[in-house]
């Protein structure tokens, strides 16, 4: 499987709205995509779990959502720790990575 | 709170083997409910698993690396370990153990990391 996500980067302000997308090249069984966030010089760190069940800690401006091929993470208002890379993973395989930088 | 920390040499010589090892605290590797596994990411790019282990022994590798890795596990001393011979400067990458839960197939703990840079 291959998880192709986009954008590469997005440009945004705090307080914006984020939607980084992940698409899959076959169907995710049982909606098994999971979100990680990694920021410089640090481990990923998960988000999301099962498509859309927050992680512990997650704060609740974060959201997943999509099944079959289309998954999104959405950030409802950008704070300025949430800018960072993030990674969506289906079994062993990871995504290329959205890179969300301060505009 | 699970913790994972992985120990090993920073620095090896192309041609050589890598070793890292993963401790593992506040929780049993012995568990059924996880894989323990090895990811891995070169300077400035994405993530690469490398491989993982069962608490059975049962092992899973990338088949791009399965020619050259080995992982074990020492339940005794509740942690697992990477091998990768015939290392070139391609192999040289930050090396993260992580947990993995087979119950919703995602890696829930990440160990901090360690750099390993391949150089003569």
């Known amino acids: 499987i291959v998880l192709t996500q986009s954008p590469g980067t997005l440009s945004l302000s705090p307080g914006e709205r984020a939607t980084l997308s992940c698409r899959a090249s076959q169907s995710v069984r049982n909606n098994y995509l999971a979100w990680h966030q990694q920021k410089p010089g640090q481990a990923p760190r998960l988000v999301i779990y099962g498509a859309s069940s927050r992680a512990n800690g997650i704060p609740d401006r974060f959201s997943g959502s999509g099944s079959g091929t289309d998954f999104t993470l959405t950030i409802s208002r950008l704070e300025p720790e949430d800018f960072a890379v993030y990674y969506c993973?289906?079994?062993?395989?990871f995504g290329q990575g959205t890179r969300l930088e301060i505009k | 709170q699970l913790q994972m920390q992985e120990s090993g040499p920073g620095l090896i010589k192309p041609s050589e083997t890598l070793s890292l090892t993963c401790s593992v605290s506040?929780?049993?590797?012995?568990?059924?409910?996880?894989?323990w596994g090895w990811i891995r990411q070169p300077p400035g790019k994405g993530l690469e698993w490398i491989g993982s282990i069962y608490y059975s022994g049962s092992t899973y590798y990338n088949p791009s690396l399965k020619s050259r890795v080995t992982i074990s596990a020492d339940t005794s001393k509740n942690h697992f370990s990477l091998k990768l011979n015939s290392v070139t400067a391609a192999d040289t990458a930050v090396y993260y153990c992580a947990r993995y839960s087979t119950s919703g197939s995602y890696y829930d703990t990440w160990g901090q990391g360690t750099l390993v840079t391949v150089s003569s």
């Open positions: 506040g929780g049993s590797i012995s568990s059924n409910s996880y894989y």
């Open positions: 993973q289906q079994y062993d395989t």
